[in-house]
């Protein structure tokens, strides 16, 4: 393997994945770094959902695969925490904030296993981190946009993961939470985790993140935001709908050409 590889701690190697039978990936190739800050960039229907749900076996890996610390998908999905896009969540059951959180231990302890101290004092570390311990008794159906996705992130971090995957979560939400969540980042670079986010914010990509994977059902790029954001590749990936301005890439937010994406991924 060559040098720049040796270290890499996750990596995807000629990944195809399918939804209903049908690739939604197709022969996909990168390697990530441990404790990188990475952005998935890509139109709507690109796999960027699709994605995120083969690193933690949602969906199945058809062709090729993936090793998360040298090691087969799978080994340790406990390690692998994933928040996804808000709308894919049941808001209405009835759970309280603590709860919500609490759940995120469960991979460490088994679900039929109570939950212990180590445990309640991590899922506390979450809500403290994200700014919400006052609601933690709060039922999640009655908090905001905002609140929900800083309970959702709180999860993640009571989870203690080596892998955070976060789907889209500046969508929706306010200012203060998109600020919190990327001090969050900041703080979880500083500690080594590993950290992949899907967004459809190309210059939040270029600038907040160390690397970019540009999608578009298969690997257009992979590396530095320089080299990934060349307007060929940007054109390539998102086609007609995608303007210049002042040097920054502006993209028209409608479905991709052929219809609506697949798994949360449509318009």
């Not at 060559?2 to 049908?22: F, I, K, Q």
Request: net charge negative; charged share 20%; proline share 6%.
């Amino acid at each position: 393997m060559p040098g720049d590889l040796a270290n890499a701690r996750l990596e995807l190697e000629d990944v195809t994945v399918s939804y209903n039978g049908a690739p939604v990936l197709e022969n996909v190739t990168f390697h990530v770094h441990h404790g990188a800050r990475v952005a998935v960039v890509g139109p709507n229907g690109a796999g960027k959902s699709s994605l995120f749900k083969a690193l933690v076996g949602l969906l199945p890996v058809s062709r090729g695969r993936i090793l998360i610390h040298g090691q087969t998908l799978g080994r340790h999905r406990d390690l692998v925490a994933y928040v996804p896009q808000r709308e894919e969540v049941d808001l209405h059951f009835p759970v309280t904030v603590f709860d919500v959180v609490l759940m995120g231990r469960f991979g460490r302890r088994g679900w039929l296993k109570a939950p212990g101290v180590t445990d309640r004092k991590a899922a506390l570390r979450g809500l403290e981190r994200m700014g919400i311990a006052g609601l933690a008794d709060t039922p999640l159906g009655e908090l905001s946009g905002g609140q929900q996705q800083r309970a959702f992130l709180a999860r993640a971090l009571a989870q203690e993961p080596h892998l955070l995957l976060l789907d889209e979560p500046f969508t929706g939400v306010d200012a203060p939470t998109q600020e919190a969540t990327l001090g969050m980042l900041d703080l979880l670079r500083d500690e080594g985790v590993t950290v992949l986010v899907s967004t459809h914010d190309l210059n939040m990509a270029a600038s907040r993140f160390e690397q970019v994977v540009l999608l578009n059902r298969r690997l257009v790029a992979s590396g530095s935001p320089v080299h990934v954001f060349s307007p060929e590749n940007i054109r390539e990936a998102f086609g007609p709908r995608v303007l210049f301005l002042g040097g920054a890439a502006v993209v028209d937010e409608c479905c991709p050409p052929g219809g609506a994406g697949k798994e949360g991924e449509g318009c």
